[in-house]
């Protein structure tokens, strides 16, 4: 939900999120498969609220949120529906970009979208006034931060970090990239991949994806719980 990673190394798709969360929340629900407008949905249930942070559809099409856009936001006493169930909605439609351009997210709280969708990527981002569309180069690695838990710098700082893990694997695999996520700067609990803000806001979970051709493989972390669930299908 605050961290995500993508790569596209050997073959490979890798999409990696970081859940960062008030331990307040209760516990979220591990990837099951849904049936949502017809449609095969595969996602980590947010138990408070019915959404999720993270989807992918029977295409293989992958949608991953995180709070804030560009920058951080005034946040409202309350909002017309939760930002997990907008994501629902995108990723149960025929084309999750094309349910974008036509959603009406008025009363909306600010989010990013990394978006997936027939081997393209996509940065989506609404700012509580206006959307914006942006394709990026599925052939290049990207990693993003939440702006509302992340400065500007420490985004920054961090997407330092990512290069130089990168530019020392020519050839990363999920596994890397998981620990990666796991353990990129454990000594920095504020603004390290794995936070821990005086056990009001931890990072309570990893989400990972890796498509290889029609092979979609799923795994998930509960580091609260300290439990993987793992699976994987086939893809239309």
């Not at 795994?219 to 793992?230: Q, T």
Request: hydrophobic share 35%; proline share 3%.
């Amino acid at each position: 939900m605050c961290t995500v990673s993508f790569v596209n190394c050997n073959h490979k798709i890798i999409i990696t999120s970081n859940r960062d969360e008030k331990t307040i929340r209760p516990d979220a629900i591990e990837p099951k498969k849904y049936l949502i407008n017809n449609k095969n949905v595969v996602f980590p249930k947010d138990s408070k609220a019915g959404g999720t942070w993270y989807a992918i559809d029977e295409y293989s099409n992958i949608l991953v949120l995180l709070n804030g856009a560009k920058e951080k936001h005034l946040v409202k006493e309350s909002y017309r529906k939760s930002r997990g169930l907008i994501v629902l909605e995108l990723i149960s439609s025929i084309s999750p970009l094309q349910e974008w351009i036509n959603i009406d997210l008025q009363n909306i709280e600010p989010f990013t979208i990394v978006l997936f969708e027939n081997q393209k990527l996509f940065q989506l981002r609404w700012n509580e006034t206006e959307k914006e569309t942006k394709e990026l180069d599925a052939n290049q690695n990207h990693i993003w931060s939440s702006s509302t838990l992340y400065a500007a710098s420490v985004r920054e700082k961090r997407a330092n970090w990512f290069k130089a893990f990168l530019d020392t694997k020519p050839e990363v695999n999920e596994k890397e990239l998981f620990n990666f996520h796991r353990y990129t700067e454990t000594e920095n609990k504020e603004n390290g991949l794995v936070i821990n803000r005086n056990d009001i806001l931890k990072t309570l979970s990893i989400t990972q994806t890796v498509i290889e051709t029609n092979k979609v493989a799923i795994h998930y972390a509960d580091l609260i719980a300290e439990k993987e669930f793992s699976n994987t299908f086939i893809s239309k």
